[in-house]
T-cell receptor, first 111, second 115 residues
Framework: ELKVEQNPLFLSMQEGKNYTIYCNYS?????LYWYRQDPGKSLESLFV?????AVKQEGRLMASLDTKARLSTLHITAAVHDLSATYFC???????????FGAGTTVTVRA | GAVVSQHPSWVICKSGTSVKIECRSL??????MFWYRQFPKQSLMLMAT?????????EQGVEKDKFLINHASLTLSTLTVTSAHPEDSSFYIC???????????FGPGTRLTVT
């Protein structure tokens, strides 16, 4: 069974500062996903990381993947209020494409 | 591209009744669709996987007689919650993928409230 652990579960950010969310997973997986969820809404895809050493950036968000350590990070640069949301990482099985999600990190950005 | 819709977006039903939720892939053929349930302030939990033309595969602990899933075409899957109870109140999200891609595309979700 694929297990995915995220930390921290809650993150209170100060505007303008940098923060990192960590995602560990238990077994070999080809793909690591990051999603954003706003209250009352469904998931918005942020990044798909496919290989060891993969790094992707979009605006103030940057995600990276270390398959040997089974670790992905989501780095937030110079946090702004618009980034307040819940962020989920997920990995899928190479056999049946089922996604296993982490518990989510609820981010609140304060002035 | 890769748009998934759900209908209805929210529904309120009385305890003991059944409710059907539709999930449609609008611009691609979805060979596989997934149904998730999300309780407030929790993560998404996979309920079942459905392949077009086949019976759905349910995750452990999900009652297949209560949550009926039909995937009769390459663009439509339905989830019917039978004899709904207040504890079935949740946010139900579907996703879809094609046979040529690994990525799942998520629908906007359906909020079910059972009174």
């Amino acid at each position: 069974e694929l297990k995915v652990e995220q930390n921290p579960l809650f993150l209170s950010m100060q505007e303008g500062k940098n923060y990192t969310i960590y995602c560990n997973y238990s077994t070999t997986s080809d793909r690591l996903y990051w999603y954003r969820q706003d209250p009352g809404k469904s998931l918005e895809s942020l990044f798909v990381l496919l290989s060891n050493g993969a790094v992707k950036q979009e605006g103030r968000l940057m995600a990276s993947l270390d398959t040997k350590a089974r670790l992905s990070t989501l780095h937030i640069t110079a946090a702004v209020h618009d980034l307040s949301a819940t962020y989920f990482c997920a990995v899928d099985s190479i056999y049946d494409y089922k996604l296993s999600f982490g518990a989510g990190t609820t981010v609140t950005v304060r002035a | 591209g890769a748009v998934v819709s759900q209908h209805p977006s929210w529904v309120i039903c009385k305890s003991g009744t059944s409710v059907k939720i539709e999930c449609r892939s609008l611009d691609f053929q979805a060979t596989t669709m997934f149904w998730y349930r999300q309780f407030p302030k929790q993560s998404l939990m996979l309920m079942a996987t459905s392949n077009e033309g086949s019976k759905a595969t349910y995750e452990q602990g999900v009652e297949k007689d209560k949550f009926l899933i039909n995937h009769a075409s390459l663009t439509l899957s339905t989830l019917t919650v039978t004899s709904a109870h207040p504890e079935d109140s949740s946010f139900y999200i579907c996703s879809a993928r094609t046979s040529s891609t690994y990525e799942q595309y998520f629908g906007p979700g359906t909020r079910l409230t059972v009174t």
